[in-house]
């Protein structure tokens, strides 16, 4: 069969398009370090969240050096904490969200970043996060979870470690 | 009418406690609060946060009590997003009891007294956890749930004041009625919803007589009462006049010990009835014919709480004016873009006059359309000499911007919009 040489180019040229998009991904796995929402978190009994291990009582808890863990809880129409209270984290340590539901299915995204994962009840979203800039990020709850899911958000303020009051973490 | 009895025996107890207390202090003291307690608008959605479903513009009067309860998350509002009650007034120095009784409640303090120093309990908790504070300065706490308070989940405390002693209006032996109608003008009752009624209680203690028309221009016709809603002095003759056809008085509920029987013969404009009423209590009636359209009204027979003046205040309830016409406005343009089809279609393939279809011959008609002659390619390219150049071009530009788009989205919009999940 004899193909015209013009169509052997583009032929080829979309071969290249679309090992450029796998090798892309596995750069951003590999070389950026972007990974995914794992299960890993494991699960958790939805009406007594802190039943198993795998869940502590909502809050910050200082995990080892420049690694903290954050324990959320989303519920109808706030996150505990994050809604009353600002989740405040220290700049530049390993930040590792620990997310549960104890009702209906909720959504964690902080705005305009790639943090972002749905919320599902008896299932803990693990997810670790730097951040390097200090300010405020805001959360917002992307599952319809009701009446005032409108009205379901929060914040984190990072802070710069030298301000991080240590007061405010349980020991691990 | 439990409300009711309590406030009779409570009260009853109070004109015991004061004794010769005379009638000129009971009116200095109801003086000190209005009839109905204003909020400024703090249960309506004009303030922050939505409409209060479960104020019915009453407030539950605590007075006098060492300890009160108010229930945190009671079912209102669209779910378990409600104060109840949702407005309640007590003597200073009340220990009020808030319990939740649902869960991610919390009480976030709005407004409150110049000197007070109430502050609230910020921290979201679940049912079965309690927190009590006592009130001490007189005045209006204005509080709200924080993750309700959208739906309209907000409530007030009201320290001291109230009926402390004046039933006002007719004087201090009046028993107080609250203007309180519970679902009866809505929907969820029997009957349509009541669209003369907006809320408010025409006010008539005090006059001997007192009219009201029964089929008057409402609820899409002449199909209402005129006022809906009415408060006399118990012993007042209520004169219902026909003013339009077909209409009658069916008693729906009336309280313990009354003997209202209503009219329930159906009779034309021009006909009138009365009655006169003598036990305190609410009465609701409503006209059978017109049930459906919210042909409905109440009568309170009493002053109101904590002074005369003016009625029951608003509910909470709202009319939809002009509903009716928008519906059969927009059901008419539906139904008009629904037939537009079948008339256009019709309109197309109606048969041509016999007087046009003679002007065209056949003869005319082949010559103003010829047939193309059939053409014969000027050169013949083989296979190696086509060079579709123009295409390349497209598929170079096409793959450019598709390259363009990707370095972009991956690049620029996902891996720089840090933080990121990494692990």
Not at chain 2, 232 to 260: I, Y
Not at chain 2, 332 to 349: K, T
Not at chain 2, 371 to 384: K, N, R, S
Request: include cysteine.
């Amino acid at each position: 069969m004899e193909i015209h040489r013009f169509e052997k180019l583009w032929l080829v040229a979309a071969f290249v398009l679309i090992a450029a998009f796998i090798a892309t991904i596995v750069y951003g796995s590999l070389v950026a370090g972007v990974s995914m929402v794992s299960d890993d978190g494991g699960t958790v009994d939805p009406d007594d969240i802190t039943a198993s291990e795998n869940f502590r009582e909502p809050g910050v808890y200082q995990a080892g050096d420049g690694e903290y863990d954050v324990y959320v809880e989303a519920r109808q129409f706030a996150f505990v904490p994050g809604t009353n209270s600002p989740i405040r984290v220290p700049a530049n340590t390993e930040v590792t969200f620990y997310i549960t539901s104890s009702d209906v299915t909720h959504g964690f995204d902080l705005v305009g970043t790639n943090v972002n994962t749905m919320v599902i009840p008896g299932q803990v979203a693990q997810l670790t996060v730097e951040f390097d800039e200090t300010g405020t990020h805001h959360i917002v709850c992307h599952e319809y979870c009701g009446a005032a899911h409108h009205d379901m958000e929060g914040t984190v303020e990072v802070v710069a470690q030298e301000n991080f009051d240590t007061e405010e973490v349980t020991e691990a | 009418m439990t409300r009711l009895d309590e406030t009779l025996s409570r009260r009853g107890l109070m004109r015991a406690a004061a004794g010769t207390a005379t009638a000129v202090a009971a009116g200095a003291a109801a003086t000190g609060t209005a009839a109905a307690q204003d909020y400024g608008g703090w249960f309506t959605g004009d303030a922050k946060g939505g409409d209060v479903g479960n104020y019915d513009g009453t407030t539950v009067d605590q007075t006098g009590q060492d300890e009160v309860t108010v229930e945190v998350g009671v079912d209102a509002n669209g779910g378990t997003f409600g104060y109840g009650p949702a407005a309640v007034r007590v003597s200073p120095g009340t220990t009020v009891n808030f319990e939740w009784v649902s869960n991610t409640h919390n009480i976030v303090v709005e407004d409150q007294p110049e000197g007070a120093d109430w502050s609230g309990d910020e921290e979201i908790n679940n049912e079965g956890y309690s927190y009590s504070h006592t009130f001490e300065t007189e005045g209006i706490y204005k509080y709200y749930c924080q993750p309700h308070l959208s739906l309209g989940m907000k409530a007030a405390v009201v320290v001291g004041g109230g009926d402390g002693g004046g039933g006002g209006g007719g004087g201090s032996d009046q028993p107080t009625v609250e203007a309180e109608y519970g679902n009866w003008f809505t929907a969820d009752a029997d009957g349509g919803a009541t669209d003369n009624f907006d809320g408010t209680t025409v006010d008539e203690t005090g006059s001997d007589d007192v009219t009201v028309e029964v089929g008057t221009n409402a609820n899409g016709g002449t199909f209402g009462f005129g006022p809906a809603a009415v408060r006399v002095s118990p012993g007042t003759t209520v004169n219902f006049e026909w003013v339009s056809n077909t209409h009658n008085v069916v008693v729906q509920s009336q309280p313990e010990g009354a003997g209202w029987s209503g009219s329930e013969d159906i009779n034309n404009e021009g006909y009138s009835y009365s009655h006169t009423f003598e036990t305190p209590g609410v009465y609701t009636y409503y006209c059978q014919p017109h049930l459906s359209v919210g042909m409905k009204g109440a009568i309170v027979v009493g002053a109101a709480p904590g002074g005369g003046g003016d009625g029951g205040g608003p509910t909470g309830q709202r009319a939809v004016p002009g509903s009716t016409l928008w519906t059969s406005a927009f059901a008419g343009s539906v139904l008009l873009a629904m037939l537009a089809p079948i008339v256009a279609s019709y309109y197309r393939n109606r048969p041509v006059p016999e007087a046009d279809r003679l002007d065209t011959g056949d003869e005319q008609q082949a010559a103003a359309t010829p047939e193309a002659d059939p053409y014969e390619p000027e050169t013949e390219l083989g296979h190696d000499e086509y060079d579709p150049v123009g295409t390349l071009a497209s598929v170079a530009i096409y793959f450019l911007i598709l390259v363009g788009m990707w370095v972009f989205m991956y690049f620029v919009e996902f891996l720089g919009n840090g933080p990121t999940i990494i692990g």
